[in-house]
């Protein structure tokens, strides 16, 4: 099957500034549905695995898209490397949202998008923004978690919190990179401001779209427990988890083979399989 890629897409989005986007479909007239990968903390859309994981959505009849958060680090000129530390220093849960926005639009209007038919799949912090997003617009008939946090609040605690509203700043260390990553206290600010907006666990309980929580029991940075949460806050979701998987189910930076791991294999299995059952033939 022949699929196109189109990458580096430059997303305009007035809010924030300029970021890319990839888009990646099959040859077919038919109209296929949007699904959007939504990359986490310090993730971007070209990390490990995902463009692997891009091209068998494609395969399967998606027209699927990866897209760089404005503020995730990367920048317009270098979408590998976390180039400009002072913009993520200064991104934000509101910028994320828009920016999530922007994507939806840009690509609803392509002409081999079926607009009835959006799919959000977040992963670990990406997550928490896909399920405030599925809650807010109701254009998006399906919402998938990977490795998902099942709350935003997740800033320093007590002594850690007071020295970073002092210092209106702390470092986290990128363990790959060694980059000292900046986090300004703005963004507990802009969560403090819209907090009700943030409540994953609110957007949880009172999305509408068809719902799958994917999660590894072996996650090293989220724990399950977060996927059986958001579970329970969400009865007619369904839970799927995969034994001894990790938090990006077997990928890393770098990617050097030419197959994805097999915890992300099946993890690209189900979704398929449920965006299929759910929503394509429903």
């Not at 990646?24 to 070209?46: Q, R, W």
């Not at 395969?59 to 990866?66: I, L, P, R, Y």
């Not at 068809?210 to 724990?223: A, F, P, Q, R, Y």
């Amino acid at each position: 099957m022949q699929i196109t890629k189109r990458q580096n897409i430059i997303i305009s989005n007035p809010e924030t500034r300029d970021f890319l986007a990839d888009a990646y479909y099959p040859g077919t007239n038919e109209k296929l549905p949007l699904v959007i990968f939504v990359h986490g903390y310090k993730g971007y859309k070209d990390w490990g695995a995902w463009d692997l994981m891009a091209e068998k959505f494609a395969e399967a009849g998606f027209f699927f898209v990866t897209f760089n958060f404005s503020h995730n680090g990367t920048t317009v000129e270098d979408p590998y490397n976390f180039a400009d530390l002072e913009a993520f220093g200064n991104n934000n849960y509101s910028k994320e949202l828009s920016d999530l926005g922007a994507v939806i639009d840009y690509f609803v209007a392509d002409e081999k998008v079926d607009d009835q038919k959006i799919i959000l799949i977040g992963h670990s912090r990406g997550g928490g923004i896909s399920i405030i997003k599925t809650y807010e617009d109701e254009r998006i008939n399906g919402l998938i978690t990977l490795a998902s946090i099942d709350t935003l609040e997740r800033f320093p605690k007590n002594e850690a919190f007071e020295k970073w509203k002092e210092a209106g700043v702390y470092y986290v260390v990128n363990g790959r990179t060694k980059q000292e990553m900046p986090h300004y206290y703005q963004f507990y600010q802009d969560f403090e401001k819209d907090e009700h907006r943030f409540d994953v666990e609110r957007a949880t309980e009172m999305a509408k779209a068809h719902v799958l929580i994917i999660h590894g029991t072996n996650d090293e940075s989220v724990s399950v427990k977060n996927a059986e949460h958001l579970h329970i806050l969400n009865p007619n979701s369904e839970l799927y988890l995969i034994e001894n998987a990790n938090h990006t189910f077997g990928a890393k930076e770098p990617w050097e083979e030419n197959e994805m791991p097999k915890d992300l294999n099946e993890v690209v299995e189900k979704c398929v399989e449920f965006i299929n059952e759910k929503i394509v033939n429903e």
